[in-house]
T-cell receptor, first 113, second 113 residues
Framework: EDKVVQSPLSLVVHEGDTVTLNCSYEVTNFRSLLWYKQEKKAPTFLFML????IEKKSGRLSSILDKKELFSILNITATQTGDSAVYLC?????????????FGGGTRLMVKP | DAGVTQSPTHLIKTRGQQVTLRCSPK?????VSWYQQALGQGPQFIFQ???????QRGNFPDRFSGHQFPNYSSELNVNALLLGDSALYLCASSFGTGNYGYTFGSGTRLTVV
């Protein structure tokens, strides 16, 4: 059974701090790993990582995948209160010729002013 | 360009009742996937519909059923509601059975009392 584990469960930091969120996975026929930000309801897409060792960046956020060790990290530098959210990691596998996203439990980030 | 639309946004039901949730996919998308997100957890895959058929199913009992219409919209039905069915139900649409353009709706918050 596909499995995704995120750590830490929750994190409280102050504005300006740098945070690192972790995601480890076990999945059959891995295709890609995705990071989402969920503030209230709809998860919003951040990154999709397919190749190992290639960093993806978007402003203060960056992410990298290690396919050998089966994990990914999401870094947020110079955090702002608007970064407060649940960050979800998900992996695409392929089961029985179909496909589905398997999510981790999320990391709840709170950024204090 | 309308995104993924879900209705209703909130509803409250009594144990034992039945509920129907609705999802209209993003324009150009023909595949709908449903997820259940319990409080404090990551989303869990329920099932996926493509060409009006259930293509893949997660570990959910038969009380959870669905339907896809010729216009690609979809319904999720839950019978004999349990307190544990209280959750945010997310719909995601995409093109084909791959992950192209995978987009989440804002969800329906179901409370079972």
């Amino acid at each position: 059974e596909d499995k995704v584990v995120q750590s830490p469960l929750s994190l409280v930091v102050h504005e300006g701090d740098t945070v690192t969120l972790n995601c480890s996975y076990e999945v059959t026929n891995f295709r890609s790993l995705l990071w989402y930000k969920q503030e209230k309801k709809a998860p919003t897409f951040l990154f999709m990582l397919t190749s190992s060792g290639i960093e993806k960046k978007s402003g203060r956020l960056s992410s990298i995948l290690d396919k050998k060790e089966l994990f990914s990290i999401l870094n947020i530098t110079a955090t702002q209160t608007g970064d407060s959210a649940v960050y979800l990691c998900a992996v695409w596998g392929e089961i029985n010729a179909g496909n589905m996203l398997t999510f981790g439990g999320g990391t709840r980030l709170m950024v204090k002013p | 360009d309308a995104g993924v639309t879900q209705s209703p946004t909130h509803l409250i039901k009594t144990r034992g009742q039945q509920v129907t949730l609705r999802c209209s996919p993003k324009s150009g998308h023909d595949t709908v996937s449903w997820y259940q997100q319990a409080l404090g957890q990551g989303p869990q895959f329920i099932f996926q519909y493509y060409e009006e058929e259930e293509r893949q199913r997660g570990n959910f009992p038969d009380r959870f059923s669905g339907h896809q219409f010729p216009n690609y919209s979809s319904e999720l039905n839950v019978n004999a509601l349990l307190l544990g069915d209280s959750a945010l139900y997310l719909c995601a649409s995409s093109f084909g059975t791959g992950n192209y353009g995978y987009t989440f709706g804002s969800g329906t918050r179901l409370t079972v009392v």
